[in-house]
């Protein structure tokens, strides 16, 4: 008589569908990840600056645009147009939260100076900022 073979049991997993689905899946990140903007789009002015720590946390940006609209960024969260003076007090807020985050300017480089310098005396006088740092471009 013929007698039938057992055959085996193969517990594997087909990883091949799994492969493609990740592909896809890489493929719209990088397709939608230049897309995203966090941030206010100003022209830095150029400078040849040394960059924050790596180690500190996230600074709190200010930003003015050409047009002298404020804007607050937080941790890539972006807020605006804002008042000055409510923005001044915004930061404070966050810096009562985390007194050691650095606080940034970022000034569009066309903007004239006295509109910078105004953001930084309302962040003294209503964030109660001890020090702003300005933000610039490399120089390359």
């Known amino acids: 008589m013929y007698e039938r073979k057992r055959?085996?049991?193969v517990a594997e997993i087909n990883v091949v569908p799994y492969i493609d689905v990740m592909l896809v899946l890489l493929i719209i990140f990088m397709v939608t990840a230049p897309l995203i903007t966090a941030g206010v789009n100003v022209e830095l002015p150029k400078a040849d600056a040394n960059p924050l720590a790596e180690d500190s946390k996230g600074p709190v940006i200010a930003s003015v645009t050409i047009d002298n609209e404020y804007f607050l960024t937080v941790d890539g969260d972006k807020q605006g147009p804002l008042d000055p003076v409510e923005l001044a007090t915004i930061v404070g807020a966050y810096m009562e939260a985390t007194p050691d985050r650095p606080?940034?300017?970022e000034g569009d480089g066309r903007?004239?100076?006295n509109s910078?310098?105004?953001?930084m005396v309302l962040l003294q006088k209503y964030g109660n900022v001890p020090a702003v740092g300005l933000m610039t471009d490399s120089v390359e």
């Open 7 to 9: 055959r085996r049991k």
């Open 103 to 105: 606080v940034m300017v």
């Open 111 to 113: 903007v004239d100076y």
């Open 116 to 119: 910078v310098v105004q953001l």
